[in-house]
C-alpha cells in the first residue's frame, strides 16, 4: 500500500468512528509517516508547530474576542435596532432584520458561528414569539449567519491567504459586494415566504426612527468602518486591524455604552480561547498532513485528474464548485480549506481567475455547506436558539440554499463582483 493510501485510509476510517477531525487528521499524518519510514516521527510534530507558527493566523482569536466583547458591549443590540428601522417594515420585517443584523455584525466577528449566535440569542425568540415558525425562524437566522464568512473581516479567507500567499487585503475586498449581494437576496427570499405564510411587517417605515436608531448605533457601526478602512487604506494590516478591533470593542462597552464590566472580560477572553484554539489545532494537524499530500504530490495528481475530464472553464468551475460544496456538507471549513485548497489553486489559470476571486468562491462553497448538516455549524446553532430538530430547519432553508447557489454562480462567472473594490 502506498503512502497516500495509509494517509487516505486510516483518515476516512477515523472519520466513520466519529473520531473529533483535528485527531483524525493528526493520527492519519502519524500513521503515515511511521508506515513512510523516510522521516523521523519528530517531523510530524515540526510540521504541525510550523503550521501555526504564523503572524497572520494570530487574528483569529483576536477577531472572536472583539466579536465577544461587542455582543456583551451592547452593540449587537444597538446594530439590530438599526436594522429594524431600515428593513423592519417589509413583509415578514423580523426575518429581514435578521438578515440585515447579520451583514452588519459580518463586518465585526470574522466568524458565522458567532454571527448567528450573536444575532440568533436576539431575534429568534422574537420571531417565535411573534408566531413565526421556529423552523422558519432558525433558517433564517443560520441563513443570515452564513454571510459572516464573506463580508470582511473573515476568518477563512485569512486562512486561504496563509495557505496561498494571496493579499488578505485584496480578499476582504472581494468579499465585500458578493456578501451584501447574498444578504440582499436572502432579505428578498425571506419577505416572499413571509408575505405567503402571512408573517407582518414588525413596524411602518420612520425616517425619523432610522435617524434615531442610526446615533444610537454610530460607535457600533463604526467597528466595520475602522477595521476595513484601516486595512483597504493601508493603515494596518488584517492582523493588526483585528488588535484594533479588540481595543476598539473593549472601549465602546466600557466607557460609551457602559454595558461591558470589567468581570465580564475574563469570561469573553475564555470562550474565544476556546474557539481559536479548537481552530489552531485542525491548522496544526492538518499542516502535517497536507505536507504529506504535497510529498505525495496528491494535489497535483488531483488537479489533473480534474483536468482530464474537461478543459472546458466552465464546467470545470462546475465541478469545483460541487467539490467544495460537497466538502462544506461533510467536513468541516477549516480543515475543508486545508484540504482543498492545495488541490484547486493549480486550477486557477484554466479557471481563469485570479487568487481574489477563487478566494471568495471557496469561501463563499464552504458558508453555504455551512447551512447544509451534517456539519453546518449555522443550522446546528439555529437548532440550539430555535428549540427545533435538525431535519426540520433543513427543510426551511431550502428557499435560501438556493438563492445562495445562484449567488455563487453569478460570482463565479463574474469577476467584477470580486475584482472591481479591490483594484
Known sequence: MSVSGVLLGVLAGLFLLDVPIAVAIGLASVAAFAYQGDFPLITAVQRMYGGV?????????????????????????????????????????????????AMFFAGISGSAAADTAAVGGILVPAMISRGYAPAFSGAVQAAGGSIGVVIPPSIPMII???????????????????????????????????????????????????????????????????????????????????????????????????ELRWADVPAILVRGSITAAVILFIISAASAFSWLLAIEDIPARLSTALLRLTDDPVVLMLLVNAVLLAAGTFVETTASLILLVPVIVPLAPKLGVDLTQLGVIVVMNLAIGMLTPPLGICLIVSCTLANERVAAISRAVMPFLLVLLADLLLVSFWPPLTTWLGR
Not at 472572536?64 to 446594530?79: F, H, K, P, Q
Not at 408575505?195 to 411602518?204: D, H, I, N
Open 53 to 101: 507558527d504564523s503572524f497572520p493566523l494570530m487574528a483569529v482569536p483576536l477577531f472572536l474576542y472583539a466579536g465577544g466583547l461587542m455582543e456583551v458591549g451592547g452593540i449587537s443590540r444597538r446594530i439590530v435596532a438599526f436594522a429594524d428601522s431600515l428593513v423592519g417594515w417589509l413583509p415578514g420585517g423580523l426575518a429581514a432584520v435578521a438578515v440585515a443584523s
Open 160 to 258: 486561504f491567504g496563509f495557505l496561498t500567499g494571496a493579499s488578505i487585503g485584496r480578499l476582504f475586498a472581494g468579499g465585500i459586494l458578493p456578501g451584501v449581494l447574498m444578504g440582499v437576496s436572502l432579505i428578498a427570499v425571506s419577505a416572499l415566504v413571509s408575505r405567503r405564510r402571512g408573517y407582518g411587517s414588525s413596524q411602518p417605515f420612520s425616517p425619523a426612527r432610522v435617524w434615531s436608531s442610526f446615533r444610537e448605533a454610530l460607535w457600533a457601526l463604526g467597528a466595520p468602518v475602522v477595521i476595513l478602512g484601516g486595512i483597504l487604506g493601508g493603515v494596518f494590516t488584517a492582523t493588526e486591524s483585528a488588535a484594533v478591533a479588540v481595543g476598539y470593542a473593549l472601549v465602546v462597552g466600557r466607557f460609551v455604552y457602559r
